[in-house]
């Protein structure tokens, strides 16, 4: 079959890999009906982070399930699933706690499993998912394709925007901003103005992405960065928001976040700090910040989130602005690098 | 009168300084009964923070109301009060949020106020008292002897402790542990305790420090730091802790509460990040750890502690091992700096 692969940065290529097949009883094999590239993708694209060997890339997926293992029991064969961007087993106590991306015996795709074995990624025609059972939602049937956009923005993107607005404490009343407006920044508007914020504002200097905040609900946007863009901010609700969610991840967009936030509110954080190497505590311990977030347990809000995506109350899909066929794989990174998509969906 | 003041690192001194006097018609006068050196003062007093000019110092300390100004409506002369350690004016916006650290004309003992004049120190016979009806709280009478200690704690130490497990988010069912065995690490234990923590562990290797974390509730005391303590306190609880309380403000201390804690959990801090100049946020990120904390409102806290403390259901006071004059201010900095004694009581 085909996968996406990172050889280098700026080496993207689809190649023929093995077919996945089944390796334990707890696995599945899903056929790819929709795939994405994430912004965090361009860590390893951009040479961020480095790309050690050629391997596997995407983590995010939905498809239909093609042949389980004899002990999986919550999907079958035909059955259209969600799969979140972390494996997880739903029974340890990170799962339990709802922090399923701190599974003990799960993990990410297109990375080492427990035992060194590199897992599938998600950008391909299948694959391979262990412990089925803890990690893939199925719907009742396959979505439309009006649908499907939404429906896979839930294997990260928009249960990423939930976990920062979540974990930041957003409540009905709050104050919110939202620093980065890619797909992530994004759901976190549609997140924030779900949970009864009073007052969103988006930070977004891109025209188009700052017309799908106010259509996502933002009441305000701001095109000033930094110390400009916080001063604005601070006029326009006469301090710092209760509630600042950072869905970017280098130091400025933290500093901007902190510096956004009122004493004593909170920072909801899912930004992959790859760009933030140290902090400092002055700002946060000084004015009580509290700093609050991470890697999303995606699959924790799948029950909340997917009832409101299928019935069409929240529409986070329109975030995808370019749809391309996976062979033209590369493209679709080009695209998100030069921020000419905000975020790309690839059909096997 | 006499007060303390702090010429460079280890030389504390007692001296005569002009009496205070009402400057302001918010102000108020206080006559100090009791002060106290905190471990915060070591900072100065160590010569990790720089001590610039001789200045005051301390910022601990209860009494009765000497004079009051014009404006001033809630203390009048007589009244024995308590001092929380941030003065604040009580009606601005962070005053409201229960943020009195963060009041916009507030400020600290022995520090400039907001048009750079020095503000008195706690460690002195008397203190001149900026925003008193915001600052002071007024107990219904002068307590005993017996319950000044507990009642002097509430000034800085037990609120502070609070601050920690409050911002931890400790609830009934919590499994908390304590990073920390001086005077707000211990003010931590009761406050875990009584917010309704299952089960409340220790870090202490001190003998008289370890029986008086027990006496305030832990369940268990671990003696041993770092990779070895986590190691024991995972081995105790079968796993991390969901609510981690720092009380020391290195970044030993930092990084043994973030290891400590279990995914998704919380760390309370509230030791002054002096020894923490930038924290790594990787292991906050990965784990979904909230960092919650900072200087505490201990104002805040006034009307919910101070009752308990009056009627004996909490006994923070048994953290003062030690009371001395005033005039002995010298020898109480090297009791505490040594280590000698967990906190010291002064009386004017």
Same mark, same amino acid.
């Given at each position: 079959m085909l996968a996406t692969t990172i050889h280098a940065p700026f080496d993207i290529r689809l190649e023929d890999v093995p077919d996945p097949r089944i390796l334990r009883p707890t696995d599945a094999v899903v056929r790819v009906t929709a795939a994405c590239v994430c912004g965090s993708d361009l860590w390893r694209y951009?040479? $961020?982070?480095?790309?050690? &060997?050629?391997?596997?890339?995407?983590?995010?997926?939905? /498809?239909?399930?093609?042949? %389980?293992?004899?002990? $999986?029991?919550?999907?079958?064969? /035909?059955?259209? %699933?969600? !799969?979140?961007?972390? *494996?997880?087993? @739903? %029974?340890? !106590?990170?799962?339990?706690?709802?922090?399923?991306?701190?599974? %003990?015996? #799960? /993990? *990410?795709? =297109?990375g080492p499993d427990r035992e060194g074995n590199m897992v599938d990624g998600g950008q391909g025609e299948a694959v391979r998912v262990p412990l089925a059972d803890g990690t893939l939602v199925a719907l009742p049937e396959a979505p439309s394709e009006d649908l499907l956009p939404s429906v896979l923005t839930l294997t990260d993107v928009m249960g990423t925007g939930h976990h920062a607005a979540v974990r930041g404490g957003v409540h009905p009343g709050s104050t919110v901003a939202v620093v980065g407006d890619g797909a992530v920044g994004l759901c976190a508007v549609v997140a924030a103005r779900r949970l009864g914020a009073e007052r969103v504002v988006s930070f977004s200097r891109h025209p188009d992405r700052q017309a799908l905040a106010r259509r996502f609900g933002a009441d305000d946007v701001?095109? =000033?960065? @930094? &110390?400009? /863009? $916080? !001063?604005?901010?601070? &006029?326009?609700?006469?301090?710092? =928001?209760?509630?600042?969610?950072? !869905?970017? #991840?280098?130091? &400025?967009?933290?500093?901007q976040a902190i510096a956004a936030t009122r004493p004593g509110g909170t920072v909801g954080y899912v930004g992959v700090p790859n760009g933030i190497p140290h902090l400092s505590l002055r700002p946060l311990f000084g004015n009580n910040i509290t700093l609050a977030g991470g890697v999303a347990p995606v699959r924790a809000y799948l029950d909340e989130l997917l009832p409101e995506v299928l019935g069409g109350s929240i529409e986070p899909g329109l975030v995808f602005d370019l749809s391309l066929p996976l062979a033209e794989v590369t493209r679709a990174y080009e695209a998100m690098d030069r921020r000419e998509a905000v975020k790309v969906m690839l059909r096997p």
């Open positions: 951009r040479g $961020v982070v480095p790309v050690a &060997d050629p391997s596997r890339i995407g983590h995010e997926f939905v /498809g239909v399930v093609e042949e %389980v293992g004899a002990e $999986v029991g919550t999907v079958r064969p /035909g059955d259209f %699933v969600v !799969a979140p961007f972390a *494996y997880s087993c @739903g %029974v340890c !106590a990170s799962c339990r706690h709802g922090v399923q991306t701190s599974c %003990v015996v #799960g /993990g *990410y795709w =297109a701001i095109a =000033a960065r @930094g &110390d400009e /863009g $916080v !001063a604005e901010l601070r &006029d326009l609700l006469g301090g710092g =928001a209760d509630v600042v969610l950072e !869905a970017v #991840g280098n130091l &400025d967009a933290m500093e």
